[in-house]
């Protein structure tokens, strides 16, 4: 079974809807992120939560909202959809309690692809 | 600003030669490095990390990677390709203080037969 799981996995919209991209976690990692994947940017991070009570805005948030429902879930939302938020999605996790510390890997989930027409 | 330098958008090798995917890096401090692969249709899988200590660092699936300070680069190598190689290698950089990673933009490994 996958530790992150994102859905749904494909998504066309048109402009102007509401759309809801989730993420849930079965890792027990406490951080999130939500990327998004454009060709030729690498991944830019929307936004990203150390706890439910702890959320933060990323480098592009602009456009976009999120909800830690619980530790294992977070969902990313897309209030007004417009075409340049077409892209790829990806929802993370990592643990800081590692033997690494602060810095350990991140785990991804599969990714939804986003098309707003 | 912190930023993570991929230089090379496309590469393509033959299966059985040699690989080298560079990464450079703009940051203050001892950064943390690490290096993921995205195969098509998935997410990111971590291939190796450099915290401190022995500047050449394994990874899984024969990869390795040398961190030289003196270059800001932390390359990643592989000794003779496989077919299976062939998919998206993203280089990144933990941002000291913040608990956040960034990212450079990818190197598509092509492997030809």
């Known amino acids: 079974d996958a530790d992150v799981t994102q859905t749904p996995r494909n998504r066309i919209t048109k402009t102007g809807k509401r759309i809801m991209l989730e993420c849930s976690q079965t890792?027990?990692?406490?951080?999130m992120y939500w990327y998004r994947q454009d060709p030729g940017l690498g991944l830019r991070l929307i936004y990203y939560?150390?706890?439910?009570?702890?959320?933060n805005k990323g480098e592009i948030s602009d456009g976009y909202s999120v909800s830690r429902q619980a530790q294992a879930k977070f969902s990313l939302s897309l209030e007004s959809a417009i075409p340049n938020q077409t892209a790829l999605y990806f929802c993370?996790?990592?643990?800081?309690?590692?033997?690494?510390?602060?810095?350990?890997?991140?785990?991804f989930g599969p990714g939804t692809r986003l098309t707003v027409l | 600003a912190q930023s993570v330098t991929q230089p090379d958008i496309h590469i393509t090798v033959s299966e059985g030669a040699s690989l080298e995917l560079r990464c450079n890096y703009s940051y203050g401090a001892t950064p943390y490095l690490f290096w993921y692969v995205q195969s098509p249709g998935q997410g990111l899988q971590l291939l190796l990390k450099?915290?401190?200590?022995?500047?050449l660092v394994q990874g899984i699936k024969g990869f390795e990677a040398e961190f030289k300070r003196s270059q800001s680069s932390f390359n990643l190598r592989k000794p003779s390709v496989h077919w299976s190689d062939a998919a998206e290698y993203f280089c990144?950089?933990?941002?000291?203080?913040?608990?956040?990673?960034?990212f450079g933009t990818g190197t598509r490994l092509k492997v030809l037969a």
């Open positions: 890792k027990g990692h406490d951080r």
């Open positions: 993370a996790t990592s643990d800081p309690t590692g033997t690494s510390g602060s810095y350990n890997e991140q785990f």
């Open positions: 939560s150390f706890d439910v009570k702890d959320i």
């Open positions: 450099y915290f401190s200590g022995d500047t």
């Open positions: 990144a950089v933990g941002v000291r203080g913040t608990y956040k990673y960034i």
